[in-house]
């Protein structure tokens, strides 16, 4: 069972920046693909960025070059997001998959997810 908490979200002005951070409950955390998704009142949950065990990521197109995902080894992922702009204003999910799944947009690859933290982008 691995638990996922989120922080990190707020509000902020267009062009500004925010660190979203997730700490996960479990010894084998090492082992999952780890994940940020985002969902917008009204629409779909949408994939953001994931980070595999070895390192490689992987980001929506929308995100490249404004966001960066890393994760350490006291199983924490993080989230960077800079220039941000009021289109990527949603609650942030983060999930956890097994190593296996190697489709990271899909959402039904994800075991585990936290329970959300929002990000609002102001005009």
């Known amino acids: 069972q691995v638990q996922l908490v989120e922080s990190g979200g707020g509000m902020v002005q267009a062009g500004g920046s925010l660190r979203l951070s997730c700490a996960a409950s479990?010894?084998?955390?090492?082992?999952?693909?780890m994940s940020w998704f985002r969902q917008a009142p009204g629409k779909e949950r949408e994939f953001v960025a994931a980070?595999?065990?070895?390192?490689?990521s992987y980001y929506t197109d929308s995100v490249k070059g404004r966001f960066t995902i890393s994760r350490d080894i006291k199983n924490t992922v993080y989230l960077q997001m800079n220039s941000l702009k009021p289109e990527d204003t949603a609650v942030y999910y983060c999930?956890?998959?097994?190593?296996?799944?190697?489709?990271?947009?899909?959402?039904?690859?994800?075991?585990?997810w936290g329970q959300g933290t929002q990000v609002t982008v102001s005009s």
């Open positions: 980070i595999t065990w070895s390192g490689g």
């Open positions: 479990a010894r084998t955390f090492s082992v999952y693909t």
């Open positions: 999930a956890a998959a097994p190593s296996s799944r190697t489709y990271y947009p899909n959402q039904y690859n994800y075991d585990y």
